[in-house]
C-alpha cells in the first residue's frame, strides 16, 4: 500500500534529515505516482487526502471560509469608505455575498457535526454556546448581505456609519466563534482521533449525570436546539 507520509518525505533543514537529498525526494515522488496509479478511485482519495478520509464530519473543512471571507470584507469595505474607492467597496460585496454563503454551509454543517462527536458536559456547555454564536454570525452576516444588495450601501450615505459597525460586530463574533471551535478541538480534543476514548467516558458520565436516556441522546449524549 502507498502511503503519502512516507513516500513523499520532504527535505527539511536543507536536507540534511535526508541522506538522498533532491535526488531521493524525485525518487520518492515517482514512486508515489507510480503506485498511485494502480489504485482504485476511493482509495486514490484516501491516500491523497488522509486527512479529509479521517474526518468524521466536514464541519472543519468550511470553517475556513466564513472567517477569510468575512474578515477580508470587513477590511475591504473600511479602506474603501477611508480612501473613498468604490471599486474596493464593490470587491467588498463580493466578500460579503461569498462568506455569508459559506457561513451558511459551516452552520449546517456544524449542526450535523455536533451530532456525531463524544463529549461531556462542560464541553456541551461550550460547544451550546459555539452553536449559538455560529447561528448569530450567519444571521448578521445574511442581513447585511441583504441591505447591501437592496440598499445600495457601497454609495456613501448615512446609513455607511452604521452598516461598517454592525460589519465590525459580526467579525468580532466570528472571532469569537471560532476561538470557541479552537478551544473545544485543542483543549478538550472534541472530534480529534486519538482523544476519542476519553472524549466518550465523559459523554458517558455526563449522561448518567443527568439521568437522561440514551433513547433520547444518541450517540453523544445531547440534542442540540439552536
Known amino acids: ?31 508515489f505516482v ?9 482509495d486514490m ?57 459559506f457561513a451558511g454551509i459551516t452552520v449546517i454543517a456544524g449542526l450535523i457535526a455536533a451530532g456525531t462527536v463524544a463529549h461531556g458536559g462542560e464541553v456541551h456547555e461550550i460547544m451550546e454556546r459555539h452553536e449559538h454564536l455560529g447561528i448569530s ?3 448578521m452576516a445574511l442581513a447585511l448581505s441583504i441591505w447591501r444588495w437592496f440598499g445600495q450601501v457601497e454609495r456613501a450615505g448615512r446609513g455607511n456609519g ?11 463574533l466570528l472571532l469569537l466563534t471560532a476561538d470557541l471551535g479552537g478551544y473545544m478541538v485543542y483543549k478538550f480534543g472534541v472530534a480529534v482521533e486519538a482523544a476519542d476514548a476519553g472524549n466518550e467516558a465523559a459523554a458517558q458520565q455526563h449522561l448518567h449525570e443527568g439521568d437522561a436516556s440514551p433513547d433520547q441522546h444518541p450517540g453523544v449524549g445531547h440534542d442540540h436546539h439552536p
Open 1 to 31: 500500500m502507498i502511503d503519502l507520509v512516507q513516500d513523499l518525505q520532504f527535505a527539511v533543514h536543507g536536507g540534511g534529515d535526508s541522506g538522498d537529498g533532491i535526488a531521493g525526494m524525485v525518487a520518492g515522488i515517482l514512486t
Open 34 to 42: 507510480e503506485t498511485l496509479v494502480t489504485l482504485s478511485p476511493a
Open 45 to 101: 482519495v484516501t491516500r491523497l487526502l488522509p486527512g479529509l478520509a479521517t474526518m468524521r464530519n466536514l464541519h472543519p473543512l468550511w470553517v475556513h471560509f466564513p472567517i477569510a471571507l468575512l474578515s477580508l470584507f470587513l477590511l475591504a469595505d473600511v479602506l474603501g469608505v477611508a480612501l473613498r474607492k468604490t471599486e474596493w467597496r464593490r470587491f467588498a460585496s463580493g466578500l460579503l455575498y461569498l462568506g455569508t454563503l
Open 137 to 139: 454570525v450567519f444571521s
Open 162 to 172: 452604521l452598516f461598517l459597525s454592525l460589519a465590525s460586530i459580526l467579525v468580532a
